[in-house]
């Protein structure tokens, strides 16, 4: 069984950082694209990050220049690193993992609160 485990989320002063790592177990097929979602109260879950097995990325407009991901392909883990915060980056963060047979799996969600 699949499990994403996440860790690295809680609360930071505006303009601090946060690293968010998410780790994927329970398989032993390849991983091609994983990422980080988010979603706010009362908003819609949406894409933060997100890389390829190649290591292409590709990030929302939000966060460009302020957030980068990256990924150990060997340890089936991937990071967001996140500086600059503001608060309207307060949201549940969650990660995202397409296996290469098809299977989309969610991690848990960590919540990010960045403080004003």
């Known amino acids: 069984q699949v499990q994403l485990v996440e860790s690295g989320g809680g609360l930071v002063q505006a303009g601090g950082s946060l690293r968010l790592s998410c780790t994927a177990s329970g398989s032993t097929f390849t991983i091609n694209a994983m990422g980080w979602y988010r979603q706010a109260p009362g908003n819609q879950r949406e894409l933060v990050a997100a890389?390829?097995?190649?290591?292409?990325?590709n990030y929302a407009d939000s966060v460009k220049g302020r957030f980068t991901i990256s990924r150990d392909n060997a340890n089936a883990t991937v990071y967001l690193q996140m500086n600059s915060l503001k608060p309207e980056d307060t949201a549940v963060y969650y990660c995202?993992?397409?296996?290469?047979?098809?299977?989309?799996?969610w991690g848990q969600g960590t919540q990010v609160t960045v403080s004003s």
């Open positions: 995202n993992v397409h296996y290469s047979y098809g299977p989309i799996y």
């Open positions: 890389i390829t097995r190649g290591g292409s990325t």
